[in-house]
């Protein structure tokens, strides 16, 4: 299929592009039909945000690059969505938190395993864990495929950050005692409300801006990084994400008629 060629100043270029990178996923299989929806409610929810990374997720994310890189075993379980937006940045983020990628799939597919795994490669990873070729474990209690976990990674594990996750997952992985970080754009939905740290942000912004914090915190003393861990509180930060949407909606509402007027006299929304 061609690309699109989205013109520099369109107002919604970042989005799009990302849209596009999604798209160019489900085609190379690395991204589920699913997957497609799965962004879509996504997109709703940067809008809702403000499509920026507040200072709320900025904390969150310095939380979670700390709770990582605390850990005596970090795992990053990667599937189709995250790996074909941010595959780059997954990779870096392991290597500097010492977090094996783990595969783990909703959908699962041997070509989309094999096509993730050669994006991930293609990005620079050395291993990559949860494949079919590679030992594994279950987690009793989930029933879907993702039951289905690496020995050395998820099932060893004690924290996994799950990016763009479904709640059944996160319970289960609550459930077997594991610390859970997860990026969410919607701080209602129930990974975003059963994890333990949540960052809601776009995975496009935050995940660099998680490499960034790794690099920065690496040599910080042990004790500094559970320190940063212990003083966060989700649900304080998941109750104040509700406000920020809120507080951009009530806003919008009574930006619209100036919107309108200007459109009317012609100019350009941004
Ligand atoms: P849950 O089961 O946790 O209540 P859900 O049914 O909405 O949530 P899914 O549709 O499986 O879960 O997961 C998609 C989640 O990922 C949604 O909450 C969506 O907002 C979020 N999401 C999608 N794209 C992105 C993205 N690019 N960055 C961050 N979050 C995203």
């Known amino acids: 299929m061609t690309k699109i060629e989205i013109p520099p100043d369109h107002p919604r270029r970042v989005s799009l592009e990302t849209r596009e990178a999604i798209i160019e996923g489900h085609e190379s299989h690395i991204v589920a039909t699913a997957g497609l929806l799965a962004h879509g409610r996504g997109e ?45 940045a997954l990779v870096e983020l392991s290597e500097i938190c010492g977090a094996p990628l783990e595969i783990n799939l909703f959908y699962y597919m041997k070509e989309r395993e ?63 005692g594991k610390f859970v970080i997860t990026i969410d754009l919607n701080p209602m939905s129930r990974t975003a409300v059963y994890s333990d740290i949540t960052v809601v942000d776009n995975i496009v912004r935050v995940l660099p801006l998680m490499v960034e914090l790794a690099r920065e915190m690496k040599d910080f ?6 320190e940063i861990v212990k003083n966060f509180d989700n649900t304080e930060n998941l109750d104040n994400s ?29």
């Open 221 to 226: 003393p042990k004790d500094t990084l559970h």
């Open 114 to 176: 094999d096509a993730i795994k050669a994006a991930l490669f293609a990005a620079g990873a050395k291993e990559v864990l949860g494949t079919k070729d590679r030992p594994s474990t279950i987690i009793p209690e989930l029933s879907s495929n993702r039951r289905k976990v690496d020995p050395d990674g998820i099932g060893s594990a004690d924290v996994i950050l799950v990016p763009l996750e479904d709640g059944d997952r996160t319970e289960a992985l609550k459930a077997i």
């Open 242 to 270: 509700v406000r920020i949407i809120m507080d951009h909606l009530a806003a919008s509402a009574i930006d619209i008629s100036e919107r309108r007027r200007k459109f009317e006299t012609g100019v350009r929304d941004q």
């Open 44 to 88: 709703a929810f940067d809008y809702l945000i403000g499509e920026r990374t507040t200072e709320l997720a900025a904390t969150a994310a310095r939380a979670a690059v700390a709770a990582l890189l605390s850990a005596k075993h970090p795992v990053i379980s990667v599937n189709g969505n995250a790996c074909s937006l941010v595959p780059e």
